[in-house]
């Protein structure tokens, strides 16, 4: 089956410092984001620049569930086996799908971090992008495509699907009603531990998704609360599809002995 570009709001922060930071001229910070109406945490503040709005390229991939790579100078923002961007930091330039193009929008470079187009690189994926001006916010609608995993929150869900959730989430597990599924950590010692979705990929008649395990931020004080963790998402697959949930680090199923 052939991969899908995926969209999600759950992102996580992850500091990228190889580049000089002249390549790109110093921007005002740009206002939120949101996705499919959920408002996106980033680890990077948006920029500016020509009044367009750029992120951060770890946020960037997170945003549309691919990956994200810097080698030989260059990096590369892979969405599925379909669809990739690569960004030459040296000068600036574009290639999708491996072959440069005159018209793409290039990366920028400010105080070490890549910054990737966001309007661009969506719209190249299909989706949609505008501007918010009562929520002074950008707001991403991605393109729906067969057998997406949509993460949501608790407004999203309705009154019978929040009380299953509640029924479900204290215990680790994996939980499944319907096309509702609950990832639940279990118990942990405070509010530092989470789960996050790093990213999806088709195999055959499944669909895989990869979870991490995060950890507390090294010198952060947190609340000294137990709390338990939880993902909720929906997946309307094709027939005879199922979904695996697989620890991002090991690369074995989630919460495996």
Do not use: C
């Not at 709005?53 to 990096?75: C, I, M």
């Not at 440069?100 to 994926?125: D, T």
């Not at 008649?205 to 963790?229: C, D, N």
């Amino acid at each position: 089956m052939k991969g899908k570009i995926l969209i999600a709001a759950a992102l996580g922060i992850q500091i990228l410092a190889a580049y000089p930071a002249a390549a790109a001229p110093a921007a005002p910070a740009a206002a939120q984001v949101y996705v499919n109406g959920v408002l996106a945490t980033l680890g990077k503040a948006p920029i500016l620049v020509g009044q367009r709005t750029y992120v951060a390229a770890e946020d960037a991939s997170r945003l549309l569930q691919g990956e994200w790579k810097v080698s030989a100078g260059n990096g590369v923002l892979k969405l599925s086996d379909e669809l990739s961007f690569t960004f030459r930091l040296s000068d600036g330039k574009v290639a999708v799908n491996g072959k440069w193009v005159e018209n793409g929008q290039v990366a920028k470079v400010q105080n070490g971090q890549v910054y990737l187009p966001l309007r661009w690189i969506v719209e190249q994926a299909g989706g949609k992008i505008t501007w918010n001006a009562q929520k002074k916010a950008v707001e991403v609608s991605a393109a729906q495509h067969e057998g997406a995993l949509v993460l949501l929150t608790e407004d999203k869900l309705t009154k019978d699907e929040r009380v299953y959730v509640e029924s479900v989430r204290k215990e680790q597990g994996i939980y499944q009603r319907g096309n509702l599924y609950v990832i639940a950590r279990g118990e942990s010692p405070n509010p530092g531990y989470g789960l996050q979705v790093t990213h999806t990929q088709w195999s055959w008649e499944q669909l895989l998704v990869y979870v991490k395990k995060t950890k507390p931020e090294p010198g952060r004080m947190y609340t000294q609360a137990i709390a338990y963790p939880y993902i909720v998402a929906k997946a309307d697959l094709p027939p005879y599809t199922t979904v695996v949930f697989l620890d991002a680090d090991t690369k074995k199923p989630l919460f495996a002995q």
